[in-house]
């Protein structure tokens, strides 16, 4: 049996592993959750595949500080911004009226036209927030440690 793997094949096969997160993932995450599911896939190709689709428009993109590049395909295809828990990964899909009348705002009054913008806020979604105010009162309960 010939197995003809294709470009589109390939691409299949990642969507439907972002389609099945909530979550911005790394390629690394998708490529092991390809291979978990029997893909002889290789990261290279993960990457170039992702790098591909962002660049259509197909899928959001989100850098962390350490310039990791995250991915999601998106449930809401048009604009929108995120809110991004660095610890867990989840993500809320938000809207910022304000924000776009600002750009078009600030744009306008300098003549800029075709206006493209990016805009994700990370931090502690409410549960890694509890969590880690839970583990600080551990640290500070004398003799908790040892
Ligand atoms: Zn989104
Ligand atoms: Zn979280
Ligand atoms: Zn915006």
Same mark, same amino acid.
């Given at each position: 049996? &010939?197995?003809?793997?294709?470009?589109?094949?390939?691409?299949?096969?990642?969507?439907? &592993?972002?389609?099945?997160?909530?979550?911005?993932?790394?390629?690394?995450?998708?490529?092991?959750?390809?291979?978990?599911?029997?893909?002889?896939?290789?990261?290279?190709?993960?990457?170039?595949?992702?790098?591909?689709?962002?660049?259509?428009?197909?899928?959001?993109? &989100?850098?962390?500080?350490?310039?990791?590049?995250?991915?999601?395909?998106?449930?809401?295809?048009?604009?929108?911004?995120?809110?991004?828990?660095?610890?867990?990964?989840?993500?809320?899909? &938000?809207?910022?009226?304000?924000?776009?009348?600002?750009?078009?705002?600030?744009?306008?009054?300098?003549?800029?036209?075709?206006?493209?913008?990016?805009?994700?806020?990370?931090?502690?979604?409410?549960?890694?927030?509890?969590?880690?105010?839970?583990?600080?009162?551990?640290?500070?309960?004398?003799?908790?440690?040892?």
């Amino acid at each position: 049996m &010939v197995v003809q793997r294709r470009n589109t094949t390939q691409r299949t096969e990642i969507l439907h &592993v972002l389609r099945g997160t909530d979550e911005f993932i790394t390629a690394q995450d998708l490529h092991a959750a390809l291979r978990t599911g029997g893909s002889g896939i290789g990261l290279a190709t993960v990457y170039r595949a992702l790098q591909d689709m962002a660049g259509a428009g197909d899928l959001d993109t &989100v850098r962390k500080d350490s310039g990791e590049v995250l991915y999601r395909q998106c449930a809401d295809s048009r604009h929108h911004h995120h809110l991004v828990c660095r610890h867990c990964g989840r993500t809320e899909e &938000v809207e910022a009226p304000n924000v776009e009348k600002w750009a078009r705002s600030v744009a306008a009054d300098h003549g800029f036209v075709d206006l493209d913008h990016e805009l994700e806020l990370f931090g502690l979604c409410p549960q890694c927030a509890d969590e880690r105010t839970a583990a600080r009162n551990d640290a500070a309960q004398p003799g908790a440690a040892g």
